[in-house]
């Protein structure tokens, strides 16, 4: 019974938090108010808070209470070079990747283009759909040479294709060449996203390089617009 009081109230908080009853960057009510409000101990009401920070829905700041962060929105590095499993295990919610397209396949001219591929070269074709807290609302788009990733199974898309490559096909994943621009969607995101009434997507693109600074993967990331924020960081030198 005391763990489930301490679960009971974590739910209860988030869901509030989630439905908007406390607004970002408001302060949640004291620890003090909550015992009352809940009718238990304080130990009970630290346990569910600090559960609420681990999985980011506050901030707890010393002798000031507790700080509501804004949870509909989920951290998309633009600088960095991570994978969609480890950006999950970040987000501490909910995620599955739906396989919806695998297949080897001869470059259109935009490939050709992307790729500096020819008619001669066989591609991978990976189209995954991520869903977070049951919405999909990731369509990420990945184009492999097939002469640099010989086996691809739906197995490996489902779990992490770099993980693969990396420790797997030893292959040296260096840098990449990003793109971001905003776009009507189109009928694949409708087919394969829940749009929720948006027509627009935000789009990154990646031309993915080996450290021998072969280009060996371009990647589309087609992200819902409610749902990601953009960050990076700079220094002034």
Not at 62 to 87: A, C, I, N, R, T
């Amino acid at each position: 019974m005391y763990e489930n009081k301490y679960l009971t109230i974590y739910h209860d908080l988030a869901g509030k938090i989630r439905q908007g009853y406390w607004k970002p960057y408001d302060k949640l009510p004291s620890e003090n108010e909550l015992v009352k409000r809940y009718r238990t101990s304080r130990e009970t009401i630290r346990k569910a808070l600090n559960l609420l920070s681990e999985h980011g829905y506050i901030q707890k700041m010393k002798g000031k209470g507790s700080l509501v962060l804004d949870v509909g929105k989920y951290d998309f590095p633009v600088s960095g070079l991570v994978s969609f499993k480890e950006l999950a295990q970040n987000m501490k919610q909910p995620v599955k990747t739906i396989v919806n397209e695998l297949e080897v396949i001869k470059p259109d001219p935009d490939l050709k283009r992307y790729l500096h591929a020819t008619s001669k070269d066989e591609i991978w074709k990976v189209i995954r759909s991520r869903e977070i807290e049951g919405e999909r609302i990731i369509l990420d788009k990945d184009f492999f040479y097939k002469k640099y990733v010989p086996t691809l199974t739906r197995e490996i898309c489902e779990d992490s294709i770099y993980e693969y490559l990396e420790k797997q096909l030893k292959l040296k994943i260096s840098f990449a060449k990003k793109e971001m621009t905003v776009e009507k969607v189109n009928d694949e995101d409708r087919k394969y996203l829940d749009l929720n009434g948006y027509d627009h997507i935000v789009v990154v693109k990646n031309f993915v390089y080996l450290d021998d600074a072969t280009l060996f993967q371009y990647t589309e990331s087609r992200h819902r617009l409610d749902k990601f924020r953009f960050v990076d960081f700079a220094r002034r030198k």
